[in-house]
T-cell receptor, first 114, second 114 residues
Framework: DGGITQSPKYLFRKEGQNVTLSCEQNLNHDAMYWYRQDPGQGLRLIYYSQIVNDFQKGDIAEGYSVSREKKESFPLTVTSAQKNPTAFYLC?????????????FGPGTRLTVL | AQSVTQLGSHVSVSEGALVLLRCNYSSSVPPYLFWYVQYPNQGLQLLLKYTSAATLVKGINGFEAEFKKSETSFHLTKPSAHMSDAAEYFCAVTPAQAGTALIFGKGTTLSVSS
């Protein structure tokens, strides 16, 4: 089955540690996205990528980093510079050309800072 | 710039009652519009999408939405609510540039009481 996988489902981090959230898709989509979700604030865009080895900052990129070495993978690193990282993180992908820009979402990773 | 407004962060209905979730958009170009549903601790799932083929769009789980250009609205309805409809619902509009992220509203939480 085609889809997006995120791992782990739950992640606990001590203050001062970097952690990496995994996102993999087998939909052959060109574009991939990372969102942060906090209660009552909807989805806020962290980073997105339209092509391998290229990515752009979203609205809340500070304290986060990404890489796009393969079309299928778009990992997100939450660095120690992110002051309030406890949140639900969602990865998504979409076609770039043609299509109707519909985004497909993974199941999410819940990050908790201890 | 495109934007989405969802009126009412929380809507409560009784089982069997009409569900109406409101979404208004602003767009400088003809938009594509989407409704997504999110169950607790899960990713977003596409309910339906408007891509200019028909103004009344039918989706999964008995939901439908009507695109009204004159009102810049895309409200989501369901004739008879079921307990399983309790979830958070997001309206989204396509950006002007392909491959950049959908623009999401802040979401509406639907509660269904027996």
């Amino acid at each position: 089955d085609g889809g997006i996988t995120q791992s782990p489902k739950y992640l606990f981090r001590k203050e001062g540690q970097n952690v990496t959230l995994s996102c993999e898709q087998n939909l052959n989509h060109d574009a991939m996205y990372w969102y942060r979700q906090d209660p009552g604030q909807g989805l806020r865009l962290i980073y997105y990528s339209q092509i391998v080895n290229d990515f752009q900052k979203g609205d809340i990129a500070e304290g986060y980093s990404v890489s796009r070495e393969k079309k299928e993978s778009f990992p997100l690193t939450v660095t120690s510079a992110q002051k309030n990282p406890t949140a639900f993180y969602l990865c998504a992908s979409s076609e770039l050309a043609g299509g109707f820009h519909e985004q497909f979402f993974g199941p999410g990773t819940r990050l908790t800072v201890l | 710039a495109q934007s989405v407004t969802q009126l009412g962060s929380h809507v409560s209905v009784s089982e069997g009652a009409l569900v109406l979730l409101r979404c208004n958009y602003s767009s400088s170009v003809p938009p594509y519009l989407f409704w997504y549903v999110q169950y607790p601790n899960q990713g977003l799932q596409l309910l339906l999408k408007y891509t200019s083929a028909a103004t009344l769009v039918k989706g999964i789980n008995g939901f439908e939405a009507e695109f009204k250009k004159s009102e810049t609205s895309f409200h989501l309805t369901k004739p008879s609510a079921h307990m399983s409809d309790a979830a958070e619902y997001f309206c989204a509009v396509t950006p002007a540039q392909a491959g950049t992220a959908l623009i999401f509203g802040k979401g509406t939480t639907l509660s269904v009481s027996s």
